[in-house]
């Protein structure tokens, strides 16, 4: 058996007008609108805020060494594993998200030696499934194994 892809965008169905189509994408949130009309990111891998990335976007900065810092953690296997790097700017009280690693089919032990390059000073928090002992682990919960410290 074998398989084929076909990649389309709305400008390829030849059976909506233009006017029709136009409708259409105008139809959807603003920030689904390139995935759903171009697959740009494909639906469901990629943009999480209903606002275009533009408006929350900024240019790199040096980040001051005093802003309180935090990991976020989520394991995953078949489902990628993610992780985020949240920097607090108190005095305007503005949240960065300054690191980002998403993996699939990795090990705890090989997440965290992509999640030490980040400081292992760097407390993380994760949800409950990472307390859960699993067969893989040896009756060892998740989190305890070579993870980055709990905050």
Known sequence: MSRHVTFM??????HYSPEQRAAIVAAYPEHEREARAKGIPVLGSGRIFPVPEEMIACEPFRLPRWWPR?????????????????AWDTEADIVYLTKAHRAAQQTPAMQALALKAWGEWLPF???RDG?????????VALATR?????G
């Open 9 to 14: 965008t709305i400008d390829d169905a030849g």
């Open 70 to 86: 935090i990991g976020a953690l989520d394991f995953g296997w078949d489902h990628p594993s993610a992780a985020v790097e949240l």
């Open 125 to 127: 928090a994760w949800p």
């Open 131 to 139: 307390r859960r002992e699993t067969l893989e682990g040896a009756g």
């Open 146 to 150: 070579n993870m980055p410290r709990m």
